[in-house]
C-alpha cells in the first residue's frame, strides 16, 4: 500500500476513517474526495495523508478526488477545533463548512467567438455581428447586440467566421475599492477607527471591542477599518456578522456606498445555487466582502484578514439545534487561527466581552455619543400599577397620549413587544385547559392573520378549533396576553387614521420584505410601527421620535441568569431607535417594577452602574464571565429508560477541582415532540478546561439508542 489518506466526513462520526490512495491520484491536505461509506459513497476532506508502509489492514480506496476547491488549512484547522471545543463529533461542522457545496455546479456556457477568418460574403448584417463579437458571448446574446436574426449569427458559425466552445461559469464578485472616500467621520469616529488600524497593523490577530451608543456611527467606523484591511492587502477578505437576516439588507446597502461593489450574501434566505457561487468565489479569493449570519464563519476563507460581529451581544449568534455553538466566541478562535483582526460591536456589550475589555484582553474603543445633531432619548417608566391600561387593552393612558401627541406633530411611533402572534395562550374557560402542542409542554400561540395556533418551539400548527379540545365545550376558548397582533388591533382601534404595520418573523418572510418594510418606515409611509425585536436592532428611522415599550417586565420572568442583561440590552437597543435625527427622542416603558435596577437604570442611562451591580452578582456566584457553564441535554422517549441513564451519568461524572456538577432534573420544558428531557449544569472555574472535562465525561457513558445527549458548552438558553 503506498499511501493512506484520512478523510473526515460530514456526519456524526467521531473521527476521520482511513482509506487506501489509488496510484496516482496526489491527494492533498484539504481536498475534497468522495469515499465510499458502506453501499454509499460520501462526500469528504482530506485530513491527513500518510506512508501506506507496513499497514497490513485492508482498506477501501478513494473512490475519486472531486473537482472542487479544497479547503484551505485555516478552514480545515477551525472545523477541528470548533469540534473540539463544542465537544461534537467533527463531522458536524464540517458539514456546515461544506455546506455551499450542496447545489451542483454551475454548467459551462456556450459562447461564439470570432476565429479571424473571413466570411465568404460580407454583408451589413454579417458586419455588425463581427463588430459586435469583442468578447466571447452566448449566440443569442450576440444577435441581440448586433440587432440582427440569430440566423446570422449561425450562418457566420457555419461559414468558419465565429467559433463555439464551452467556458467555465465563473464564480466571481466585482472588487471593492477600499481608496473610495468614505463617510465624514466626527473625532471620536475617527479615533476608534485609528485604533482598529492600528491593531490591524501591529497584530494581526487582536480583538477589539467597538462599544458605542445606539446611533454613534459604528458602522461607519468598523467599515473604515475593512478598507484599511483591504489597502494594505490586495488580496484580504473581510467578513460581516450579523445576527439578523432583517439586518443584512441594510448593511449590504452601506457597503456597497462605501466600496463601490455588491458584496456576498450569506443566510438561510440564499438560494442554494447563489450559496454554491458564494462558495466558490470565497474560496478562490474572487470574493472580498462576505456579509452574512452565524453560519457564514465556516466559508472556505483563502486569505481572512478582519471579523466584524456587529450586535455581538445578540442571542441571535448562539445556534441551538444540530451543531451548538456561539458565533462571537468562534469568531475570536477563527481570527486567531486566520492572524485575522475581530471587532466585537455593540451599543450594549455582553458582560463577557466587558470583562474581556476590562482586563485588557480586548483593546476597548468607545464612542459616548451620537453622530451629527441627534441625542439620546428621554427615557420614562410609567408605572402600570399606578396608570393600567383599560379593562381589555394594554396600552396605558399614559402612552396613548404620547402616541396621539407624536401623530399629531407629523412624527413616528413604534410601540415594542418582543412576543410574536396575537396572544401567547389559549385557554377553554369552561375546564382551564392550556393548550399545548401535541407531546410538547410548549403553549400555542394564537395567530389571528392566520387564523392558526401554532407551537414556536417545534413549528406544529392547527385551525383555531370551535369547541375546546379536551372537554368539548363550544366557543369556551379565549386568548390570554398580548402578542404583536393584538397591540396592532389595538393601535388601529386607538388610532383609526394611522398607517399602521406590524415588523415581526411573522410578517416578515426573507431579507428582502424586511428591507422594503424598513424601506417603507424610513420614507414615513407608516406611522405606527408595531414590532418584535426584529426591529429593534440596527434601523434607522429618521422621523421616529416615540418608542413604547408595552411589556418591559417580559424577559426578567423565569430563571435565566442572563435574564436582567438581556432585558437591559434588549430594552436598551429598543428605545434606541428613537431621535436619531435632529429631532429628539422619547422612550416610554410599561412596567409593574419601576424600581427593579434594569428599569432604574434605563430611566437613568446609566448603563455603568447596571453592569457594575451585574458584575457583583455574577463573580459573588462564580458565574460567567468569572466562572463557565455547560449543559447536558438528556432525552428519549421512555421515561424509565431516560431516568436510569440520567442516574447512570451522573455517577460517571470525573471528580476534579473547581468544578461542580448539578441535576439531573427535569428541564423547564420537559417534553418536546413526544420526548422526554433532563439537564445537568456544570459550573466551573476559568482555570480549567471545561471542554476537555466533559468530553472525557462523555466518553464515561454510552447512551443506550434511544436516548440522545447534547452538550451545550457556554449554554444562553436554559429550557
Known sequence: MSRIASVLLPMPLPEAFDYAEPEGMGLAVGDQVAAPLGPRLIRGVVTAVHDGAGHNRPLKDVAERLDEPPLPPGTLEFVQWAARYSVDAPGAPLAMALRGTRAPKAKPRRVVEPTGQAPGRLTPAREKVLDAAAAPMPAADLARAAGVSSGVVKGLIDEGALAERLIETLAAFDPPDPHRQGADLNPSQAAAAQGLIDLQREAGFGVALLDGVTGSGKTEVYLEAAAAAMADDPHA???????????????????????????????SDVAPPARRRVWEAVAANRCRVVVGARSALFLPFARLRLIVVDEEHDGSFKQEEGFVYHARDLAVARGKIEGATVVLASATPSLESLRNAETGRYRWLRLSAR????????????????????????????????????????????????????????????????????????????????????????????????????????????????????VEEEARALFPDARVAVFSSDTVFDAREARRLVDSMAAGDIDILVATQAAAKGHNFPNLTLVGVVDADLGLRGGDLRAAERTYQLLAQATGRAGRRDRPGRALLQTYAPDHAVMQALAAQDRDAFVEAEMAERELARLPPFGRLAAVIASGPDAAQLDAFARTMAEAAPNADGVEVYGPADAPLALVRGRRRKRFLVRADRAVDLSAYMAAWRARVRPPGAIRLTIDIDPYSFL
Open 371 to 486: 453622530h451629527g445633531a441627534a441625542r439620546l432619548p428621554e427615557i420614562g417608566l410609567i408605572d402600570l400599577r399606578q396608570a393600567p391600561p383599560e379593562a381589555g387593552r394594554w396600552l396605558s393612558p399614559p402612552l396613548t397620549t404620547a402616541v396621539a401627541e407624536t401623530l399629531a406633530r407629523g412624527e413616528q411611533a413604534l410601540l415594542f413587544l418582543n412576543r410574536r402572534g396575537y396572544a401567547p395562550l389559549v385557554l377553554c374557560k369552561a375546564c382551564g385547559e392550556r393548550l399545548t402542542a401535541p407531546d410538547t409542554d410548549s403553549w400555542l400561540v394564537e395567530h389571528r392573520y392566520s387564523g392558526r395556533l401554532v407551537c414556536h418551539l417545534t413549528g406544529f400548527s392547527m385551525p383555531k378549533p370551535a369547541a375546546c379540545p379536551h372537554c368539548g365545550a363550544k366557543d369556551s376558548l379565549v386568548s390570554i396576553g398580548p402578542g404583536v397582533e393584538r
Open 237 to 267: 477578505q473581510v467578513l460581516i456578522l450579523l445576527p439578523e437576516i432583517a439586518l443584512t439588507q441594510a448593511v449590504i446597502a452601506r457597503v456597497a456606498a462605501r466600496f463601490g461593489a455588491q458584496p456576498a450574501e450569506w443566510h
